[in-house]
């Protein structure tokens, strides 16, 4: 039996839940925007970064993606022209990925509905205070399980740790 500070308990019911929020949701980004999941996971990161764009590394370490799955996810959302792909002229190594002005507007809708799906869902089910706490526990969390995931690089000099 596991008590409430059994951390095998609390991964189980965090896995538990992302599983469930990702089955909810994933058929609707697919349905409605025709974006399969793994597309809307590197799209919305990108749409809610500074200037519509995160360096591939950054990208990569908010969204579940291996390097190769983000390469190829890029790919695609490339060939359907919903984000370019930018190298950075001081440092060729590094690049980024960035929203076009057809995928910033394909995601302002698909936000837009996602967020009342999201409610209706997850409506009644916490408080205000209750999702602020849970926010600020989950970003607390996370920042100690994946420090990168919250990493926003703005230029090249940024990219390079050794500058």
């Known amino acids: 039996m596991s008590t409430p500070e059994d951390p095998v308990a609390l991964m189980g019911l965090l896995l538990e839940t992302a599983t469930g929020l990702r089955r909810i949701a994933g058929p609707r980004w ?3 925007y025709q974006l399969p999941p793994q597309s809307f996971d590197v799209l919305v990161r990108l749409v ?4 519509g764009r995160l360096r591939m590394s950054d990208l990569a370490a908010q969204t579940s993606l291996t390097p190769s799955g983000l390469t190829r996810a890029v790919d695609r959302l490339t060939d359907a022209g919903l984000v370019n792909r930018e190298v950075c002229p001081e440092d060729r190594r590094g690049a980024f990925a960035s929203l076009t002005p057809t995928g910033t507007q394909r995601m302002e809708g698909a936000l837009n509905c996602h967020r009342d799906h999201l409610e209706s869902v997850l409506g009644g089910v916490l408080s205000t205070g209750e999702r602020e706490l849970l926010v600020e526990l989950l970003r607390r969390l996370r920042d100690r399980v994946n420090p990168g995931a919250a990493r926003v690089s703005l230029s090249c ?6 500058r």
């Not at 809610?48 to 200037?51: A, D, H, N, Q």
């Not at 000099?157 to 050794?162: F, G, I, K, T, Y």
């Open 30 to 32: 697919e349905e409605d």
């Open 48 to 51: 809610r970064s500074p200037g």
């Open 157 to 162: 000099q940024a990219m390079d740790p050794n």
